[in-house]
């Protein structure tokens, strides 16, 4: 029986995961200019939560949620995103960030959601999220749509596009959904099934629709910002206004709604032309309803997800990967048990220096052990054959140029090696 991984899984292979690695270390050191810091939640919650937060109606929790009873007969969700995760922490623990004007926090992990795969959707994808929890101010949600920008540049990534909208609030929400239904209500039944059922239970959700079909009947549909309240309205503008005076490119796309029920007021996407048709790598809003909506007092907040795997296709894309430094430094080479002995005081002292060695544990020949060496990419190989050992040296090959000389103490291969 050969395994393989799960449907819409996938392995990080060492080259992946380093470039992973090194893009949300840079990415969680731009956040920590903006003062986030990291919160590490647990990958399962009970499934009332994200039922809760996310939303009844929507897709994840309709269709795409990963949900078991555990042995104690609890029903428990594997995350599907991370926000509902961290206003659970902040509300349960963090009464001291409570008392700040603004509380952020990081996240960096897997996410799960049953979805049909296709090239950057998975059923396993990693997020880099942020979430800004306290303020109501429209430069809150500039601020963070900025840091989502400035992530992505200090990466190299230049070319994305910003699309944002609002979606309203409980005062003006009512009204768009009416229009909207008003408006589909004579061609409901000319829809995909999915759109009918959006129709029923969740009308601004059609707007999302990626099915060519269906666009074309939404032609001419009601614009929602004419829709909004006055109060939407205002912080709407007031955010583009901001956006144009931080020269922040964007396009207002009237149709962005996003998956999730949580958001009020801004909405908004990064999207990257590189990709295919799952071309957003960052996506979020805000949320002014939700951490009343889990049990605490009214808060307003703002965050968004960074999509890592599409941001690392992204990266290979324009050859911006980061460097990933697998290779070696220095291959070491004892045959005898003597050589053996010393090689292995030698390497102490290699690492010491913060130099990357491997042993040849094979020990067949020295000739094979160059071999390994340069299949290890090592820059250079310490050899100690038996002629070394009698005369207490320390042969240092250089395995570009193939040039080797022999040196009398460590000291001086450091040197070398060094540069
Ligand atoms: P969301 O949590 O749906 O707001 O998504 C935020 C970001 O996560 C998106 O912009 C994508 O980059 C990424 N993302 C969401 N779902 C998937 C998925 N199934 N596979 C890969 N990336 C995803």
Redesign the pocket.
């Known amino acids: 029986m050969k395994y393989t991984s799960p449907r819409g899984t996938r392995d990080l292979l060492p080259v992946e995961s380093a470039i992973f690695r090194k893009t949300i270390n840079k990415l969680l050191g731009i956040f920590n200019l903006f003062n986030y810091q990291e919160l590490t939640t647990p990958i399962f919650e009970s499934s009332g939560l994200f039922e809760r937060a996310v939303g009844e109606t929507t897709d994840?929790v309709e269709k795409e949620m990963y949900t078991f009873k555990d042995k104690g007969d609890r029903s428990i969700t594997l995350r599907?995103?991370?926000t509902a995760s961290i206003v659970r922490a902040y509300l349960e623990h963090l009464s001291e960030f409570q008392q700040q004007q603004v509380a952020k926090f990081t996240y960096v992990g897997p996410?799960f959601?049953y979805?049909r795969p296709q090239t950057?959707?998975?059923?396993q994808?990693?997020?880099l999220g942020v979430e800004a929890i306290g303020s109501i101010s429209p430069m809150l949600d500039v601020e963070t749509m900025i840091m989502g920008i400035h992530a992505l540049d200090s990466l190299g990534v230049k070319n994305a596009e910003i699309a944002i909208n609002s979606v309203g609030c409980d005062v003006c929400r009512p009204v768009i959904k009416e229009q909207l239904k008003e408006f589909v209500g004579s061609i409901v039944g000319d829809l995909c099934p999915d759109c009918q059922n959006r129709y029923e239970n969740n009308p601004l959700r059609i707007l999302d629709c990626k099915n060519p079909k269906c666009q074309t009947y939404f032609m001419g549909m009601p614009s929602m910002s004419k829709a909004l309240c006055k109060e939407c309205n205002d912080h709407f503008i007031c955010v583009l206004d901001q956006l144009d005076e931080n020269n922040i490119q964007y396009v207002v796309d009237p149709n962005l709604v996003?998956?999730?029920d949580y958001y009020t007021k801004t909405v908004f996407?990064?999207r990257s032309m590189l990709l295919g048709a799952?071309n957003?790598?960052?996506?979020?809003g805000r949320y002014d309803n939700l951490i009343a909506e889990l049990g605490g007092r009214k808060t307003p907040a703002f965050g968004?997800?960074?999509?890592l795997?599409?941001?690392v296709m992204v990266l290979n894309q324009l050859s911006l990967q980061p460097a990933t430094d697998l290779d070696i430094d220095v291959f070491c080479i004892g045959l005898e048990n003597e050589a053996q002995n010393k090689v292995f005081q030698i390497m102490n002292v290699l690492r010491k220096n913060n130099i990357k060695c491997e042993y040849y544990f094979k020990r067949n020949s020295i000739s094979d052990g160059i071999k390994q060496g340069l299949l290890f990419k090592a820059k250079f190989a310490i050899i100690l054959g038996e002629e070394e050992i009698e005369n207490k040296k320390i042969t240092l090959k250089d395995l570009t140029t193939k040039r080797q000389n022999s040196y009398d103490s460590i000291e001086e291969v450091l040197k070398v090696i060094k540069g």
């Open positions: 994840i599907p995103e991370g996410m959601r979805e950057g959707r998975y059923r994808f990693y997020q996003r998956g999730l996407e990064i799952q957003a790598i960052c996506g979020g968004f997800a960074i999509g795997d599409r941001l």
